[in-house]
Nanobody
């Protein structure tokens, strides 16, 4: 049974940092593309960061240079390090997984939520000004 369980959300002031974690079970994550998405109240869910099985990474323009996605293969955990947080980063953050992409498809598709088969339950991030 595939499971993705997020943790690490919380409330911080603008300029602060948080590290989200997603523990993966039920599949070999090295064969999958892992992603972080977020959804703010009244807004559509958007892709934040992804990492393909070959190590390729992609970030939303709004988080480039501030957020970093990483994998710990021993712990079967995907992380999202979030620095220099802004109030507009406030959202529910979700971990997601889908079978790995070929390089040609990855950059065209991997930030689209409809591409992902498996989802965690989400963890709330609130950034105050």
């Amino acid at each position: 049974q595939v499971q993705l369980v997020e943790s690490g959300g919380g409330s911080v002031q603008a300029g602060g940092s948080l590290r989200l974690a997603c523990v993966v079970s039920g599949f070999i994550h090295n064969n999958y593309c892992m992603g972080w998405f977020r959804q703010a109240p009244g807004k559509k869910r958007e892709g934040v960061a992804t990492r393909n099985s070959d190590g390729s990474e992609m970030y939303a323009e709004s988080v480039k240079g501030r957020f970093t996605i990483s994998l710990d293969n021993v712990k079967n955990t995907v992380y999202l390090q979030m620095n220099s947080l802004k109030p507009e980063d406030t959202a529910m953050y979700f971990c997601a997984a889908t079978p790995a992409y070929s390089s040609g498809n990855y950059y065209a598709r991997a930030l689209q939520q409809d591409e992902y088969e498996y989802w965690g339950q989400g963890t709330q991030v609130t950034v105050s000004s």
